[in-house]
């Protein structure tokens, strides 16, 4: 959503001229690019340390082509 946000500010900016509009514009724009890193730091902090997702459980059997043997945590 934050990236969204940046969109318009960013449009705005490059499109007017000097005056009141703009500089809100571009305050506003930078609020939300600080958003969008850090929230996307987070998410990739997440996805990479949190508990999402499945766990294998067990050694892989590389002499069969079947994943049946190892256990899954999920």
């Known amino acids: 959503m934050a ?15 000097l005056g009141p509009v703009r500089s809100r514009a571009m305050r506003v724009g ?3 690019a600080v958003a ?4 996307y730091a987070a ?4 996805l990479a340390y949190g508990d999402l997702g499945f ?11 079947s994943a049946a043997n ?3 945590i999920g």
């Open 3 to 17: 990236m969204l946000v940046l969109h318009g500010p960013g449009w705005l900016a490059m499109k007017l001229g």
């Open 70 to 72: 190892v256990g899954i």
């Open 43 to 46: 998410g990739g902090l997440w």
């Open 36 to 39: 969008v890193i850090v929230l």
């Open 30 to 32: 930078t609020w939300a």
């Open 55 to 65: 766990a294998i459980a067990g050694a892989i059997d590389t002499a069969g082509s």
